[in-house]
T-cell receptor, first 114, second 114 residues
């Protein structure tokens, strides 16, 4: 069965510091991995994805994520956090054997303090 | 750039009433997905359509039905509404059903059942 785990409900970081939001996954086929961000009362905005190729993928707003097959992880990172990055972040996976639905993690609330 | 349009943005209904949510995908996107996000929860996949045919089905109650029309817009019909149906309903679209394609989400329809 497909599943995604985001072990931290909330991550707090000071502005200017690096941030990491953790995600691990479980799929039966090859994983297609995604990160989305949700601001209050807004829809989900796509940040980045891993399909194949380089393990380090770069996305919108300076975010990047590293795919680690042996650890089945896809952690989201940013070298220098901004207060405006404060939002709810969702990791999601699609199984290559099941091309439609996204399976989301429970979300991690990122709070960046000035 | 054009985004996914959902209407209405807010909807208040009484128990046992019906509701219809509409979704207009990004131009040239032929695949539509519906998700339900309960309060404080991650989005849960309901159903998807590709080229006007149901493509995949998730945890959609029998009281709900959906379809995709010739212009690719989609409608989610919800009958015999229950208090537990109160949630944010997202529509997403993508070009094709390839698992590698990210899904672009609309702003959501917030349904409140009283």
């Amino acid at each position: 069965a497909q599943s995604v785990a985001q072990p931290e409900d909330q991550v707090n970081v000071a502005e200017g510091n690096p941030l990491t939001v953790k995600c691990t996954y479980s799929v039966s086929g090859n994983p297609y991995l995604f990160w989305y961000v949700q601001y209050p009362n807004r829809g989900l905005q796509f940040l980045l994805k891993y399909i194949t190729g380089d393990n380090l993928v770069k996305g919108s707003y300076g975010f990047e994520a590293e795919f680690n097959k042996s650890q089945t992880s896809f952690h989201l990172k940013k070298p220098s956090a901004l207060v405006s990055d404060s939002a709810l972040y969702f990791c999601a996976v699609r199984d290559s054997y099941n091309t439609d639905k996204l399976i989301f993690g429970t979300g991690t609330r990122l709070q960046v303090f000035p | 750039a054009a985004g996914v349009i959902q209407s209405p943005r807010h909807l208040i209904k009484e128990k046992r009433e019906t509701a219809t949510l509409k979704c207009y995908p990004i131009p040239r996107h032929d695949t539509v997905y519906w998700y339900q996000q309960g309060p404080g929860q991650d989005p849960q996949f309901l159903i998807s359509f590709y080229e006007k045919m149901q493509s995949d089905k998730g945890s959609i109650p029998d009281r709900f039905s959906a379809q995709q029309f010739s212009d690719y817009h989609s409608e989610l019909n919800m009958s015999s509404l229950e208090l537990g149906d109160s949630a944010l309903y997202f529509c997403a679209s993508s070009p094709g059903t390839s698992g590698a394609n990210e899904q672009f989400f609309g702003p959501g329809t917030r349904l409140t059942v009283l």
